[in-house]
């Protein structure tokens, strides 16, 4: 019986061309933007800030006064400073011809003796404030951990930073009131001192009084200056971006009490793998997508920070990134301070680049390959390529413009294979 042999079916395919066109490869991450110049406004002295009326989006001249911090302490201050200023020049005057009587040895003791009250209830309140602080801390690493793993909203492990930011403030400022006692005490003991020299040596006492008065006057000169700085001036012209002390309370010297900035003037900052970092240079084109309509946003990278800083994905996984600094190409509507933004960085890119889609290509051994379409057969190519983006690679050998080659080849294409082009 006689068998014929029939040709194998040929393969249906579908097939793109390679041609020439623009070709970019882009780093792709996330941004945000942020004023360019940003002033933090902080107190200058401490005390206690009367309510700040200004609110966010409010416009400020520079110098204008855009916080108050009540003058009393300050300004009793000074007139205790004085009267201290009076005392000791009063009894410098009288060295030469007053002996110390009983009676003002007798207040020294006195002065020292309430001194020392003052320094043991100082050390109760540094104690109770150092334990706050302590405590508080450990509620910010717990929140942190918590956090990370989603288990407490932001808003409130910034609260629990804030509560923590305060107990380190209060910290401060019962350490500070531990050291003014102790001075009060030293003081005291050496006014004693200084009583008891004088029945011995009257010279020795002038050259005191007069090293007290010269003292004393320089704490005055301070405490005027701090006086006067009670008055909180914009540092420049701007837009309040962000009241943190809103309320009258306590604040330290140095507490942040608002931001200050621009918002016309923006600047990108884009969050990217230290490893896409090293293809990134200053100069760049950035195409910015804000999620407004229209269309992408042009922008240029100004400079990549020189430090990177360990970060915890999404996933658990710790990366190292780093910020690109970028700027808009024109000042962009519709956009403010800290807007999240998905930014594509160009870092290479060519006009007529000889490009194939990455679906005609596949790995043969070490190098790449794809089939061609020779009449109705697959003829498979060595394909020398460069750079590559998500659609396209650049082609630098083995292909010419122009050929077709086959998309997605399925195990049954072989070189040599019938096929039928269905594109």
């Not at 910290?171 to 003991?189: G, H, K, N, V």
């Not at 084109?285 to 269309?295: F, L, T, V, Y």
């Not at 922008?299 to 430090?307: C, K």
């Not at 000042?331 to 301070?337: C, V």
């Amino acid at each position: 019986m006689a068998v014929l042999a029939l040709p194998p079916r040929p393969v249906a395919v579908e097939t793109a061309r390679v041609d020439r066109g623009m070709l970019q490869v882009t780093v792709g991450a996330e941004g945000r933007t942020r004023v360019r110049e940003r002033y933090v406004v902080s107190a200058p002295v401490g005390g206690h800030l009367q309510r700040i009326a200004l609110r966010e989006g409010d416009r400020v001249e520079r110098g204008a006064t855009v916080a108050r911090i009540d003058p009393l302490a300050h300004t009793s201050a000074v007139s205790e400073a004085l009267a201290q200023l009076d005392e000791w020049r009063a009894q410098r005057a009288g060295v030469a011809t007053m002996r110390v009587k009983p009676e003002t040895m007798e207040q020294a003791q006195r002065r020292i003796d309430a001194a020392l009250v003052a320094t043991r209830r100082a050390d109760v309140e540094v104690q109770r404030a150092r334990a706050a602080r302590d405590q508080a801390r450990r509620d910010v690493e717990r929140y942190r951990r918590l956090a990370a793993e989603g288990a407490v909203p932001r808003r409130e492990l910034e609260q629990i930073q804030l509560r923590a930011e305060t107990s380190a403030n209060e910290y401060e400022a019962a350490a500070l009131q531990t050291q003014i006692s102790a001075s009060e005490l030293a003081i005291a003991r050496a006014s004693l001192r200084e009583l008891q020299a004088k029945n011995r040596d009257p010279d020795y006492l002038e050259r005191v009084y007069d090293a007290r008065t010269a003292a004393i006057e320089a704490e005055l000169s301070h405490l005027r200056a701090e006086a006067a700085r009670t008055e909180v001036h914009a540092p420049a012209s701007g837009v309040v971006l962000r009241v943190v002390q809103q309320s009258a309370q306590y604040v330290a010297a140095g507490t942040p009490l608002l931001e200050l900035g621009d918002p016309r003037y923006l600047e990108l900052v884009i969050d990217v793998l230290s490893q896409d970092a090293a293809q990134i240079a200053a100069g760049d084109p950035i195409r910015i997508d804000a999620g407004a309509a229209g269309s992408a946003i042009p922008g240029r990278v100004r400079r990549i920070e020189p430090s990177a800083a360990t970060k915890v994905s999404a996933l658990g996984v710790e990366e190292q990134r780093v910020n690109v600094i970028g700027d808009f190409a024109a000042r962009p509507s519709g956009i403010g301070d800290a807007y999240r933004v998905e930014a594509s960085i160009v870092v290479w890119q060519k006009s007529d680049a000889m490009r194939v889609p990455n679906g005609g290509l596949f790995r043969c051994g070490d190098a790449w390959c794809a089939f061609i379409v020779e009449n109705a057969w697959a003829r498979r190519r060595t394909v020398t390529i460069g750079q590559r983006n998500d659609e396209f690679a650049e082609v630098r050998g083995g292909l010419q413009v122009g050929e077709r080659v086959i998309l997605h080849p399925a195990d049954r294409i072989g070189d040599g294979a019938r096929i039928d082009v269905r594109r």
